[in-house]
């Protein structure tokens, strides 16, 4: 009885590791940080950095200094 409860059991692990449920459809979980300027304005030139990392203080894009010049 005992030699049968032991292959019970080890029939149990196997079964639990190798038959599990998996798919080929994967979601990854992505950080995004929203990108706000400090003051209002129209986009004039956006620049085109896709798929690179970017650095504090590079410029991202320019606004239309129309608003912000004295006159």
């Not at 080890?10 to 038959?19: P, S």
């Not at 798919?23 to 085109?48: M, R």
Request: glycine share 8%; net charge positive.
């Amino acid at each position: 009885a005992a030699l049968g409860g032991i292959f019970i059991v080890c029939g149990l692990i196997l079964l639990m590791n190798y038959n599990h449920p998996y798919t080929f459809k994967a979601q990854k979980a992505v950080i995004s940080i929203p990108v706000v300027p400090q003051v209002t304005g129209v986009v004039t030139e956006v620049t085109d950095k896709k798929n690179t990392l970017i650095k504090k203080g590079e410029v991202l894009f320019k606004l239309n200094p129309g608003r912000y010049q004295a006159r």
